[in-house]
């Protein structure tokens, strides 16, 4: 496999699709076939981050990836490695929950790590605010996998700005990364700023300030959900699907490109997090490695009214 280390940098792969079913039934060497796959194409189209979780099927995404990565020598080196942890699924009676204890984070990464064969962690988030989490206690784990080298760089996901000054009033490392569903479907990050002082502003729901927070102090916003689940892929699906196939036909790209530019034209420089499994639909993302946003302003104001289905206030 090749990666290109000097292209990806406006593009993550997100492995949530990877490893099988959602279930904690052992994968099969059809499972790693496809995963080899996918990431095949995600390198082929420039793409050399890659992101997990130690949840996502129940611990198989990391595996089959541990095992592609064993299957090509010298690759680890060439990519970055990103995971999550924090959320426990459902077990045995036990409902699901959110645990950032300090030692639980420690035996969570420790086992990431076995399961992608590697001794380091290049990006560890924080998968979704634990309310029961003792901030000082986290971060003294966190500083403890950063002496170890065992994780280079920290970040969270779901935490909105008032929760990243929290943890980071206990951290020496700073905060690098904020993971957050941002798309042309799920538009309430952008919805937020300019519903202000309307009606519908209430009902937004999206933290007020976060997406400034993080630009102001140069924590990269990772955007889960880029390509919206596909809505925009098929011309035929509505109005705003349409207009994104007008746009990739007037652009030279595909659809997916266009859901992309869209995302990657915001100033903050949203660096949006594709998960399909599907390698065509990975390689119909290259321009957005490749090539400059091309929308422009009013074309990116079409975009935004027509899958918001009304006109902006």
Known sequence: ?????????RLVYGCMGLGGDWDPLPYGPADVDRAEAAVEAALDTGITVFDHADIYRYGKSEAVFGEVLARAPGLRKRIVLQSKCGIRLPEAGRPGH????????????EESLTRLRT??????????????????????ALSSLHRQGLVGRFGVSNMNAAQIARLQSFLDVPLAVDQLEMSLHSRAWVEEGVLVN???????????GTVEYCAERGIELQAWGALAGGRYSDPSAGPAAALVGRLAEAHGTTPETVVLWWLQRHPAGIVPVIGTSRPERIR????????????????????????????LP
């Not at 309307?198 to 933290?207: I, L, N, S, W």
């Not at 290259?286 to 975009?303: F, I, K, M, S, T």
Request: glycine content about 10%; some cysteine.
């Open 198 to 208: 309307t009606p519908a502003g209430a009902q937004v729901g999206f933290p007020s």
């Open 98 to 109: 959110y645990d950032l204890r300090g030692p639980s984070v420690l035996r969570r990464v």
């Open 284 to 311: 119909a993302c290259r321009d957005a490695v490749d090539r400059a946003p091309g929308l422009g302003h009013e074309e990116w104001y079409e975009l935004w009214t027509a899958a918001r289905g009304a006109p």
């Open 1 to 9: 496999m090749t990666a290109h280390p000097a292209r990806g940098r």
């Open 119 to 140: 001794d380091r962690l290049d990006v560890l988030l924080l998968h979704r605010p634990d309310p029961l989490a003792d901030p000082g206690e986290l971060a003294a």
